[in-house]
């Protein structure tokens, strides 16, 4: 008997590696981004850890590399506030963003009763019954506005006007934080950094009524 | 501002290696741990650290070289996907009986799912054939901070260490706390010692009795022993986890409020097992459920069989990942809860399949090489071009380098009875030095008959353009000497050698029936298509939208959609014909030659 309560000393101790706790106590937000190859999921997922670290939360995203990369689906996975696990599971999603259309079929059972689906498509599609639906023709919006591949930037500017965020509610940030992210990846200025945020502003701008 | 900061967990593990004084890193591309090398270059940049990076030729040489600076006195890691160690196997089980001086870590990076590789194979299992004791890490930050103790371990017992990290702790990104960079101050001193560094079977014999006895001291080293999480109580129940199956565990703990019932125990050291962990569970608990990926490592060294549960009893799913849903199932029903009704994500199907990127040349290739052999037989390699096989033209793909044995093989198995049918292999240049040149030497000393393309766009584009021996950089850049791939395989014996850019592709196809006709007559012949990988291109801000247009004349056929299959080319349902996606199109033009009523026009 001894032995045994000097072996439970060894192993019962506390786990050094862990998570630690935000600064806006109690927050968890729950985001899936979906896509195709080369439409910018990765580096839209990386925006907002990014945004979320400089607010002072834990984050954990999941992405899937590969195949998918050439033309394939893309989901990343993204969970801000005290999390272990990096995945989010079926159900869970506050938040469901998706760049391509017929991908809503794929991943809309992640979405939480009550969530919100952002969808770049001309029109509305069906996705069911206890979620709220926003869409916006982003394809049809970065084409015009001369910028084809910033459709990401597009409808994550149009999520922000649509559900907001900070310490208002909705994002875990508000949509300054995304344009302070974007300037410190862009190195602070240049015409990438002005064609960023132009296209944050062009989604603002139309998911505001 | 805080000092945290976003890190993949391949870049979380290239800190941690450079942090921990690695001075010599060398690797095979591969997904999920491509990442790696890359990184720890970056992070030598950043500090300024004298280090020897490379990307190697194959995984066997990477391992050879990492090995040696470490039995010379230095840090060193080699890092690939589970199915190179599979490659680098040889010197992996007989570094374990020489041991090293200094630290040796090598990173095999699992697949569970498996989401980009052949197989779901656990390193682990290679690791305890070889006696290497390995590392588990649960998240990011756990793989930095592992990558240190490796070092430690290593240099503490002198054996090679494994840090095994998974698709979902390499592609997973956290906010780290990054530790600061240790200056190295060492030196290469290689100590002779024959009996050791070439040690004949009888000294052989004695290594493996050290290396046995090396394995039951670090079976208590109590840097790396299990953890139990949540202290308190005395539950008769008990988890036990490692990986990122623990991090859904330890989630799912706190959500499902069974912290006070049922014990949580964190395993990074799955092998060797502790012992006195394997007393302490038996000893305490009347129930144990092991969650690990992918084979029972863990649950195979606690021995009660009527008290433990896991993958070898069946009450966790033998193959695949451990998806969080299915470990939500499992804890509910440890713990007596009602399993909740949530099933399991089905996707609706998996959505598009993957293809070749708009404007990549081997698309033509393979257009080509079904114009020039429609009736032949089309083995493959692993690269983005496994892809071909949407376009009919990839019929097998084995394993790295299989392409040029598998067409020799399919000759020798026609001749035997009596056929000859035309053969066309794909491989790309990066696979080509990797495993593809010794099958090519044999082929030809055979007397073998097949048309070898070799897929030349200078990069390992698969794995994010890593640089191959043919592109003249280095790992971090730099100029290296390039290697003469013509030169190369006329120096295999292949008197048949031509290059040509496969987006020609009315030349190209006339190329290819040349060679099939010399490799009916006279044996191997190898076309070289060349042309840069359109993402490199692309990168390089060469795309040109609106440069094609699709006229009046298209019929709705279908042929450029089904059988070239650019995602640019787009079938509208509605109007019965062909349009160009402007978000997508590079303006390459190929397809102009694959219509058959001539709808495709450059602009
Ligand atoms: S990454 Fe390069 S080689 Fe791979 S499919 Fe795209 S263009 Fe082709
Ligand atoms: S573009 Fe040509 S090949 Fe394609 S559907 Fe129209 S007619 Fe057929």
Redesign the pocket.
Known sequence: MRRAVRVALIFEREHLVGVSGGKRNGLRQQVVLSGVGGQGILFLSRLLAEAAIACGFPVLTSETHGMAQ?GGVVVSHLKVGGFDSPLVRTGRADLLLVLKEENVALHREFLADGGDLIVNAPIRPDAGSGVRVHAVDGDALALSAGVPHAVNLILLGYAFARIGGGEAGGFFCAAGEIRDALSRRHGGSGSRLAASLSALDLGIAHGTW | MSDLILMQGNDAIARGLVAAGCAVAASYPGTPASEILSSIDRWRKKCGATMHVEWAVNEKVALEIAYTAAIAGLRAAVSMKQVGLNVASDPFLSAAYLGVTGGFLVVSADDPGPHSSQTEQDSRLLAMMAKVPVLDPASPAQAMSLAGTGFDLSEAFGVPVMLRPTTRVCHASQDVDAPPFLPSVREARFVKDPARWAATPLFRRKLHDRLAEKIEAIASWPATAPIRVNPGGSPAKAVVASGVAFSHARELFGELGISDRIALYQVTQPYPLHAAFIDHLLETYAEILVLEESAPVIEMQIADRRRVRGRMTGAVPGTGELLPEIVERLLSRFAGLPVQGRTLSTGGGRGRRPT??P??A?RSSFYAIRKAAPAGIFPSDIG?YT?GINLGAVDTVLCMGAAVSQAAGFDYANRLSGKQVDIVATIGDSTFYHAGIPPLIDAVVQGARFVLVILD?GTT??TGNQPTPGSGIGAGGEITAAIDMEGLVRACGVSFCRTANPDRLPEFVALLKEALVHSRERGVAVVIARQP???VAFAAGGRDPGAIAITAECNGCRHCVDRFECPSLVFDEAANRVRIDEMTCTGCGVCVHVCPTGAIRSA
């Open positions: 050439r | 070749l990127c404007g990549c081997h983005c892809l766009n584009a698969m990988c359109a993402m």
